[in-house]
């Protein structure tokens, strides 16, 4: 079945410990990206991979790492969570680029206390 | 860089009536303008798309319209039903930075 998968699916954190949000595609889909949703806001992209070794900054990319060493992952590092990262994570895959279908991961609901 | 705005950030509709979301965006290099459907704590799924070479796109119950000149798009559904209800995202993307661009979404509710 083609579809994105995000590991861990809820996690509640502290200031400070790092994490790593996982994400992975089997649709061979060269662009990847985060986005975070809060209410009010919509979805704001995070960061963004064109293919494997290129990634560039989206909207919000403050406090956020990312990594593209395989086509398939797209790991989302937090070195030092805050309470304003308190967020909704999508992960989001698609062939075309930023032109063509984005399929969305279940989400990660994040806490950080 | 591109700034995409959205309205009404809710909207009540009857069963039966008609849903209009409208869009604006920025940047005039943009094609490319997804809609996007949320349910409850669901994941966002497209639903329909339009690509700057094209007017109006309809499926079903679903259109789409885009003004280049004025920079705007909206979402049409006719003979809205319960099942309509969700939060609706427009998005505009096509610059040569690969980024999308959301709008904050319309919650939209279709009381029986």
């Known amino acids: 079945e083609a579809q994105v998968t995000q590991n861990p699916r809820y996690l509640i954190t502290v200031t400070g410990k790092k994490l790593t949000v996982t994400c992975s595609q089997n649709m061979n889909h060269e662009y990847m990206s985060w986005y975070r949703q809060d209410p009010g806001l919509g979805l704001r992209q995070i960061y963004y991979?064109?293919?494997?070794?290129?990634?560039d900054k989206g909207d919000v990319p403050e406090g956020y790492k990312v990594s593209r060493k395989e086509k398939r992952n797209f790991p989302l590092i937090l070195e030092s969570p805050s309470p304003n990262q308190t967020s909704l994570y999508f992960c989001?895959?698609?062939?075309?680029?930023?032109?063509?279908?984005?399929?969305f991961g279940p989400g990660t609901r994040l806490t950080v206390l | 860089g591109e700034n995409v705005e959205q309205h009404p950030s809710t909207l009540s509709v009857q069963e039966g009536d008609s849903a209009v979301i409208k869009c604006t965006y920025s940047d005039s290099a943009s094609n490319y303008f997804p809609w996007y459907k949320q349910e409850l704590g669901k994941r966002p799924q497209l639903i329909i798309d339009i690509r700057s070479n094209v007017g109006e796109k309809k499926d079903q119950r679903i259109a789409v319209t885009l003004n280049k000149t004025a920079k705007h798009f909206s979402l049409h559904i006719t003979e809205t039903q319960p099942e309509d209800s969700a939060v609706y995202f427009c998005a505009a993307g096509g610059d040569s930075w690969g980024k999308l661009q959301f709008g904050a979404g319309t919650q939209v509710v279709v009381t029986p």
């Open positions: 989001a895959s698609s062939l075309g680029g930023n032109t063509d279908t984005q399929y």
């Open positions: 991979s064109m293919n494997v070794e290129v990634t």
